[in-house]
């Protein structure tokens, strides 16, 4: 059975330490000198779409109380930006390097020399390679720091998908959609090929620990957009799929209907069934609030219907 941290709040740095406090034997075990923080910058200039740097001292107010306490922190992303460092800059993220004693290195993924490849399958069946950073690949510890979105494609948008999407190369993320440019997705195929491809690509970028900052969620046509929920909790765990279902079935929806969430409990690589996590902290039933979902949401259950077994 996974554990899962579910900490209420209305402050973010607070909310967020709170919830890795929960689970803080579990998380702790994972920690490692080199640890690396994975925020979300879908955009470099709406706070609600993107992680906020209050959410990443949460969890770094956490790692430094632990008596294994990181001796150096990277904070990696590969974010959409106009330069090199906006999405850093415009988040305030580059304060947190004089807050703390412990060194704390900001990195822009799109500047990474070193690349690992792996196949995926696009929607017409053949195979294409894509590249993840080995920034990410070879450090020994890696958190994931997401933002409780709904998605156009699957559901939900968490602390999964933030790894994966967020850190491959820009110009391969098209591509896990299962196309060669954003104006080729189709529908229902699209939801069958991300689903099936991110689980190929979590057997290199599982985070070892996950956060879900959900003081402000985001609902209706996300992952952008400004319709936020006052959600008011925060969630962390080392399993990632026990997180996303947990904050998923917070957010009102049923986690079993999440394709990637689904393959994964299905081959073992983690638990998305509620009913096989334990939940410490805030009760689920105490703190959902019905998101708004995506106004393709009937479409979203059609990765069912996938044709061809992987």
Known sequence: MSVVGLQRGEERREAVRGALELVSDEVAAKVRPQTLLKPNFLSNDNPLA????????GVIDFLLSLPNAPEEILIAEGGNEKYSGQAFENFDYPALIDEYDVPIRLVDLHQETHWQETEIELANGCLWKVAMPKTVIDCPCTISVAVAKTHDVLYTTLALKNMIMGTIHKDHRVKVHGYMTHGERERPREMQVLNRNLIR??????????VIDGVKGLQGNGPGGKDAVDFGVAFAGVDVW?????CTQAMGFDPMNVGVGVYAHQRGLGVSDPGHIEVRGARVEDVTISFTP???????????EAAVAF
């Open 242 to 246: 026990a997180v996303d279902a947990i």
């Open 50 to 57: 993107s992680t906020q740097a209050d959410a990443c001292r």
């Open 201 to 210: 690509l979590a057997e290199f970028l599982t985070p070892d620990i996950s």
């Open 294 to 304: 995506h106004e393709r949401y009937p479409e979203q259950l059609e990765w069912r």
